[in-house]
């Protein structure tokens, strides 16, 4: 009964290569996130979305779209892979609130290595 | 800009003994700030949170924070440490916008247990 899971774990793939994540959380939440975490470990949003829709849009390159089906569901597809996209994504999720105290609640992470 | 600051890369205590993490804030209101801990190869597990109220909060896995405003400080505590505390903390902070809440992560601090 995972909270927020992620697929694959690992994604090791050649550059150019058009690739996803997918996130899925079974807390009820409303609000999920994607993050980015470099290989000096720093946490960095790229979206949020809120009920299916983008509230937050971080200066990410137009390659990197998120895809939010439902609620409980947020895909990241990356496309034309660059060496620099290597890195680990953490897909999060909360219930939004009003002022931000809602904790957020963090997947295990896919480490993607661009080849 | 709001963010937070981690000044210490990395700490190594003996196993047994007490530990302080430092995190430094800039937020113009009361701030709600966060303690995540990250394992290796883990996502990230939220300690603790201090939205208002009494400066002294306490955690899970007995960690406690104290909020200090005319430091601006929200330092990481723990009387005895365990090997198995040996992970990557971070502190956050959010930051509320127009368009969302964002969740603003300091660069992190690993900690390494020595037995």
């Known amino acids: 009964d995972t909270a927020v899971s992620q697929t694959p774990k690992y994604l090791v793939t050649q550059m150019g290569n058009d690739k996803s994540i997918k996130c899925e959380q079974n807390?009820?939440?409303?609000?999920m996130y994607w993050y980015k975490q470099d290989s000096k470990k720093f946490l960095k949003i790229m979206f949020s979305?809120?009920?299916?829709?983008?509230?937050i849009n971080e200066t990410v390159p137009n390659r990197f779209s998120p895809k939010s089906p439902d609620k409980a569901h947020l895909n990241l597809h990356i496309n034309s892979l660059e060496l620099g996209d290597s890195a680990v994504y953490f897909c999060?999720?909360?219930?939004?609130?009003?002022?931000?105290?809602?904790?957020?609640?963090f997947g295990p992470g896919t480490r993607l290595t661009v080849l | 800009a709001q963010s937070v600051t981690q000044p210490d890369i990395h700490i190594t205590v003996s196993e047994g003994a007490s530990l302080e993490l430092r995190c430094n804030y800039s937020?113009?209101?009361?701030?709600?700030l966060f303690w995540y801990v990250q394992s290796p190869g883990q996502g990230l597990q939220l300690l603790l949170k201090?939205?208002?109220?009494?400066?002294l909060v306490q955690g899970i896995k007995g960690f406690e924070a104290e909020f200090k405003r005319s430091q601006s400080s929200f330092n990481l505590r723990k009387p005895s440490v365990h090997w198995s505390d040996a992970a990557e903390y971070f502190c956050?902070?959010?930051?509320?916008?127009?368009?969302?809440?964002?969740?603003?992560f300091g660069t992190g601090t690993q900690l390494k247990v020595e037995l």
């Open positions: 999060a999720s909360s219930q939004e609130e009003a002022g931000g105290k809602n904790e957020q609640f």
């Open positions: 807390l009820g939440h409303d609000t």
């Open positions: 979305y809120n009920n299916k829709e983008l509230i």
């Open positions: 937020y113009g209101a009361t701030p709600y």
């Open positions: 201090y939205f208002s109220g009494d400066t």
């Open positions: 956050a902070g959010v930051r509320v916008t127009g368009g969302g809440n964002k969740l603003t």
